[in-house]
């Protein structure tokens, strides 16, 4: 007897062809690097991507000197000859000169490293993953203590993000309606038994801020982190952070 597919079942097989055809596009969740020198000077370049979020940093090392950030939410678009990551930006740090909102980058991953031939080619190394306590996508709501006073919500324009992951930090201010960017920071960080400490290794604002090392308090209570301690300044400090999903926008 000869089994005939019937229509359901070979739109199964078919939706499961395009499904690991897709897949074998994607980009895995992580951090990927590297580092270029020339004329004497060594660049470092960074993409993080979280669920559909990504960001892509650029800065020097030795002497300290931050170049640029962008990053936005994330859409895979395949053709028969290549991948193109296309990235609607939140944020671009060179917003005023570019005046860029909307990125398309080639790319292709080999085995585990990503390559990108954007402004230059880059082949960066998935860095090794690890799993903390603070890890995820943070957004600045209030002061605290918490007194049930107004949040600054995923429905403002004016946005301070902190994203953590496999042991870096990064924060970035902006305005997603004027695409106003107000800075940003990051390196990397250890979270464990209430103590949250950050190594700046790069600083928009300062560069002269790189090497700092800082220590706070952190609690966790529901979709809230508290973030207690001292600032720059040694004035005393309470920030509440409110978790985002990065996938669901």
Known sequence: MINIPTKESFLFYFLIFVGNLVGHSQIPTGIYTDTIESNGKKSVHQVKVNDDYFIYNEYEIAPNNFIKTVGGFIQIENSASNSHLVV???????????????????????????????FQELTLTHNYPSIQDLDGAWLFATRGPDTRQERRGEENTRKTLKLLMDNTFQWIAYDTESFRFSGTGGGSYSAENGIYKEHIEFFSKDNSRVGAKLEFNYKLEGDDWHHTGKNSKGEPMYEIWSKRELSRL
């Open 88 to 118: 609607r930006l939140e944020f671009n740090s060179d917003y005023e000169k570019d005046g860029v909102r909307q990125l398309s980058i080639p790319f292709s991953m080999e085995g585990e490293n990503l390559k990108m031939n954007w």
